[in-house]
């Protein structure tokens, strides 16, 4: 970074004092990944200098002789590897692709149903603080109080009676298999386009470790990082061309101008990655990981929702070990465990200071980790939690050397791309 460094010297260490950071701690935050070297090469180069309003062939500006064959190329390679008929790389990210979903097939005041945010849903999923809950009439279901998982029957009877246009399945805290033929059902029965945001299991999905949504959706959204392990962007996919049209039509010209093609670049680059033999095994040893790392938390006392994991997430409530998920986040970062605090389903506390804390393992596998590692990790977020729910000082000590002790285990495992 010489020339950074040269230009805004101030810009160029926190970036530096970023990439210690995260070479440093242990990422646990389960939206988050590394991307490999080749991946951010993509994303800064000169494409960012460059303007493509609409699509591969059907362009306003002249000039893009090479920007459509780097789009093709993403669009392509999105396609096989999802095995969709059609792919739209250019919404900016996760959000502005959903709300793409529901200009695409709605009007304002229309019925969607999502799961509810506390539950595990998103807030573009018809959340009442977001525009989705605003401008169109949201109803939601949750998961059942006993075993935190998603009661089909109970959606198929708010669907019947609420008869939604649209139907969001996915979200951003749900560590159980998503049942993608059960909401395809329910769907059909009433008449809604089914929506599957996988934004959260898209690695997953392309790896194998999960079931596809293809063939029962008519519309998948994802992002293209997380577990995917791409850049901060996302994607749009369908089979049927009635559909193909409409997302398009609503991604541009109605919500986005130019794509940012230094991010189609490497979006690209990432889905190349994906196809490989080797990002199968990694998609595997994320859920061999997640389930190692929830059966060290369920021997150590810890409640979690709906009893375990099928994926990368684990979601915990931490009533039982008597405090809240903001202290228990800010204790587990500062030992170098970097997690964040959650709502649960039925939490009895604000949002802002909820009881939970959701944790991933797609950052750690990345970086190489493997079971072992997983148990140790469990026994550290075991310490540090346990001081800080007995004793201050005592808790400052704990944290002091496990942050050591994390320092010791990434010095072992170095972060793709850092």
Request: glycine share 10%.
């Amino acid at each position: 970074m010489s020339s950074l460094s040269s230009v805004d010297p101030q810009i160029a260490e926190l970036i530096k004092a970023e990439e210690r950071r995260q070479a440093d701690t242990v990422k646990l935050i389960a939206s988050e990944n590394y991307v490999s070297k080749a991946v951010l090469e993509a994303t800064g180069t000169v494409l960012t200098n460059k303007y493509s309003e609409g699509y591969p062939g059907k362009r306003y500006y002249e000039g893009q002789q090479v920007i459509d064959q780097i789009e093709t190329l993403a669009i392509e390679r999105a396609k096989s590897l999802f095995g969709v008929n059609h792919a739209n790389v250019q919404p900016y990210s996760g959000s502005p692709a959903n709300l793409a979903i529901y200009l695409a097939f709605l009007q304002p005041g229309d019925t969607v149903m999502g799961m509810g945010l506390p539950f595990g849903g998103h807030l573009t999923h018809g959340w009442s603080v977001s525009a989705t809950g605003k401008w169109f009439n949201p109803v939601r279901y949750g998961v059942r109080r006993d075993t935190g998982r998603v009661d089909m029957d109970e959606v198929r009877e708010i669907a019947l009676r609420e008869r939604p246009k649209l139907i969001f399945c996915g979200g951003t805290a749900i560590p159980r298999t998503i049942d993608f033929p059960a909401f395809a059902e329910i769907a059909r029965e009433v008449g809604a386009v089914l929506a599957a945001d996988i934004a959260h299991i898209a690695g997953l999905v392309a790896g194998g470790a999960h079931p596809s949504p293809v063939g029962h959706a008519d519309v998948i959204s994802t992002t293209t990082h997380k577990t995917l392990r791409g850049p901060r962007g996302a994607m749009l996919m369908a089979t049927a061309d009635e559909h193909a049209t409409a997302l398009n039509k609503a991604v541009f010209p109605g919500l986005q101008g130019g794509p940012h093609n230094h991010t189609t670049a490497a979006i690209a680059v990432a889905l190349k990655e994906a196809a490989a033999d080797e990002f199968k095994d990694y998609a595997r040893q994320v859920v061999v990981n997640s389930q190692a790392l929830a059966e060290e938390l369920l021997g150590r006392g810890f409640d979690l929702v709906s009893g375990g994991t099928d994926n990368h997430l684990i979601l915990l409530d931490l009533t039982p070990k008597g405090i809240g998920g903001k202290p228990a986040a800010q204790a587990l970062d500062r030992a170098g465990l970097e997690t964040n605090y959650n709502t649960v389903p039925f939490d009895p506390r604000k949002p802002f200071d909820p009881s939970g804390i959701r944790i991933g393992t797609a950052g750690v596998t990345s970086r190489g980790m493997g079971v072992a590692e997983m148990r140790q990790i469990g026994a550290w977020m075991d310490q540090v939690v346990s001081a800080l729910a007995k004793d201050q000082d005592e808790a400052e000590r704990v944290i002091t050397r496990v942050q050591g002790e994390v320092r010791e285990l990434t010095a072992r495992f170095p972060a793709p791309g850092l």
